[in-house]
C-alpha cells in the first residue's frame, strides 16, 4: 500500500498504460526502438516539460 505518491507520479496516473500501449501497438511505434520503450519516452519527456528543461 502506498501512503505518499509523488506529484509527479500522480500526473502520469492520469494516463492509462493500457490505451497507451495499445496505440503504440496499432502504430507499430516500436518497430525501430533501439533503446527506450514508447512509454518511458513519454514518461521522460513528460517530466522534462514539467520541470522546464531548457536543454
Excluded at 527506450?36 to 531548457?54: E, N, P, T, Y
Aim: proline share 0%; charged share 20%.
Amino acid at each position: 500500500m502506498v501512503r505518499h505518491s509523488s506529484l509527479f507520479s500522480q500526473i502520469v496516473g492520469f494516463f492509462d498504460r493500457n490505451q497507451f500501449a495499445r496505440i503504440v501497438s496499432e502504430h507499430d511505434a516500436e518497430r525501430n526502438s533501439k533503446g527506450f520503450k514508447c512509454w518511458d519516452h513519454f514518461v521522460s519527456m513528460l517530466f522534462c516539460q514539467i520541470a522546464q528543461a531548457k536543454s
